[in-house]
């Protein structure tokens, strides 16, 4: 890709910079893209650099072989609305809600719901949240105390795999920040609308989770579109957990067949902090989910789940590094792809062992399985090891439906599509049985099932 | 007559396995096909089920009157036709009631009969269960998954006593087995014998034929049967191997 494709996406982003100087607009413009003054200045300029020396990437860059952004690169983006002038309303985010987090008093599902419109919080944090937790948006933190928020963005990713991570940085006008103090009774569900009049648009959500010692929590991130355009989402979450805090979070994309979503999750760990993190794609045009989790301090462990659906012609590619910094951590990773029609699903993992991160523990496990002959998988497992003393294990399998268990269940009766369906069905398994969250786990199931081909029967298996 | 196969061949991986079998089974009966390792018996249950990498090179199956051969394996399922298998398949993620259930509401739906009641069915299950000898958490688990090799071939019996089949062919059901097991097994087979249905016991010892006693036995070698004859030929077979059926032909 020459450069001169690159300028036009470029161009726009950069110009989204200029729109956000202080002083540009008066204070309290709610124009999207306005930015109040705050101290985080300077840090988001080096982000914004560093994100243009990278420039857009291209099938040079390792993590994005399999990942084209050609077309991409030749639009201009400009600022995706705010969510007033979107028709977008509580109520509606409230269904949602309630389907997501089970049958809970609508007092419940309110309290522990927070939406953002394209990055923005549609209502101010709820007044009375959840007890045991404490919600800011970001932009009045960056304001109030800007020191706090720098902590959570610096140091910025050197890695090039999370260049989009630094655009969110440099551009990203609001967002949350959600600090759990203790254990959580009710999920707390961030339900993430894109919604545009127009493909040509961006957004930039931001969340800040912190977990404090001890904390324990469900957090649902789950990304849906309203209406018939998304913008470009390029989101960002961090989970920081504190000492022998426990999170299980999970991110759902379940936007439109044209969407195009750059999701980046970043997990710190200290000690003994467990996260326990399921990352599933059922939506979207191109899902790009990246994961960056660092296991700072001894004892953390996390274990991550990806299901990912390549269905039609989506495009979903997930990056996982996992980074052991302490010793007698660990890490497992489970991802299941399967890929029906022309949709191609790329799985890359790798796990990095620092020096001194001795009696450290992981395992990286893949399976890909093909419905289709134009449907393509790819994975790379990978293991970068700087100590003695530690236990990894990987592997990685991509194939297509054992025909002697096809030929078992036609043998008893079922028709094909049947047994086919709760072939994949059961391949899939292995990560929805580790869903902690029921009712999460049973509205994922119903948008998988609506996506296997010839899949209806399934219901009664439920 | 309940199943004709009449000069059948078939091909496996390229090669001829059968080699022009013939033989008739009528409802009532209970048949052994008997033979050395590698002489084409599980090709022959596997072909009547319809494993589609099995070709047929040659020949007719005629079931209840039908085509056999030109129905697909969920077809002949319903059909009344059951295989159980040499090698229960282990299907990880798929309950084992899951699939019992679905077998059994396929064959009621080309029966053109309603679904069958939940507490009928667990009913059902839980009697036959008994009969067999197995204990109820079998259900929940995946089929067949990590169940031990005389397990699997309970839960293969256990299938064919909920499906009720006209015709069951069983591949090998006691190989593995030990002689309690090999008895409970004889037992489910036996409870299923009716003037309206068959059994086909494909096996390599007579021992199995001590506790289900068939009414004919079949020595197939090399792709054909070479010889036909009552329970004696079985107790013959076993005292004097299967060189004497082949050198007896040769001569």
Known sequence: MSPAQHSAALRSFEEQWVARAPGTRAPGAREPGAREPDGLTGLRERALRRFLQLGLPTSHDESWRYTSLRSLASQSFTDAPRAAALGFEQALALEHSRALLGDRPLADAEAATLVLVNGYPLLPPASRPAAGLEIRTLSALARENP???????EPLPDAEELR??????????????????????????????????????????????????????????????????????????????????????????ATGERAVHFDTLQVRLDRDAECRQFTVAVGGGLVRASLDARLNE???????????????????????????????TVSRQTARAIASGTSRVVFNSKVVVDAGASQSDSQQSFRGLLLSPSAEIDSRPQLEIHTDEVKCAHGATTGRLDP??????????????????????????????????????????????????????????? | ??????????????????????????????????????????????????????????????????????????????????????????????????????????????????????????????????????????????????????????????????????????????????????????????????PKRAVVLVTHYQRLLDYITPDQVHVLSDGRILKSGDRSLALELERRGYDWVRESRVA
Not at chain 2, 44 to 58: I, K
Request: hydrophobic share 45%; glycine share 8%.
């Open chain 1, 404 to 462: 002697n268990m096809l030929f078992y269940m036609l043998s008893r009766g079922l028709d094909r599509q049947t047994a086919q369906s709760l072939l994949v069905y059961a391949f899939l398994a292995d990560v929805l049985t580790g869903m902690g969250q029921s009712a999460a786990r049973s509205a994922i199931e119903g948008e998988l099932i609506r996506q296997l081909p010839d899949s209806q029967k399934l219901q009664e298996f439920r």
């Open chain 1, 164 to 253: 989009w991570l630094l655009l969110n940085t440099a551009l990203g006008v609001d967002g949350v920040h959600i600090r759990i103090l203790g254990a959580l009774a009710t999920p707390l569900l961030i339900l993430h609308v894109g919604s545009a009049e127009r493909p040509d648009t961006v957004a930039y959500p931001r969340v800040i989770v912190e977990a404090a010692p001890g904390a324990t929590a469900t957090v649902l991130e789950h990304h849906i579109q309203h209406g018939a355009e998304s913008p470009l989402s390029n989101s960002a979450t961090l989970l920081a957990l504190e000492r022998d805090a426990r999170i299980e979070h999970y991110r759902v994309f």
């Open chain 1, 147 to 153: 020191g706090l928020v720098a902590r959570h963005l």
């Open chain 1, 298 to 328: 001894p004892g953390a462990s996390l274990d991550s789940r990806a299901l990912l659906v390549g269905h039609a012609d989506r495009h979903v590619d997930c990056v996982n590094v996992v980074r052991h910094a302490a010793a007698r």
């Open chain 2, 1 to 194: 007559m309940l199943l004709n196969i009449s000069d059948l061949s078939a091909r496996v991986a390229g090669k001829e396995i059968l080699k022009g079998v013939n033989l008739e089974v009528n409802a009532g009966e209970v048949h052994a096909i008997m033979g050395p390792n590698g002489s084409g018996k599980s090709t022959l249950a596997q072909v009547l089920a319809g494993r589609e990498d099995y070709e047929v090179t040659g020949g007719s199956v005629s079931f209840e009157g039908a085509d056999l051969l030109a129905m697909p394996p969920e077809e002949r399922a319903r059909a009344g036709l059951f295989l159980g298998f040499q090698y229960p398949v282990e299907i990880p993620g798929v309950n084992n009631v899951y699939l019992l259930k679905a077998a059994l509401n396929a064959k009621r739906k080309a029966a053109g009969e309603p679904e069958v009641d939940a507490y009928d069915f667990l009913s059902l299950v839980k009697q036959k269960m008994k009969l067999m000898q197995m204990s109820e958490t079998f259900l929940t688990r995946g089929v067949n998954e990590g169940f031990s090799g005389g397990e699997k071939k309970r839960n293969e019996v256990l299938q064919m006593l909920i499906l009720e089949p006209k015709l069951a062919i069983l591949d090998e059901t006691d190989s593995g087995l030990d002689i309690d097991a090999l008895k409970v097994v004889a037992m489910g087979v036996n409870s299923l014998r009716d």
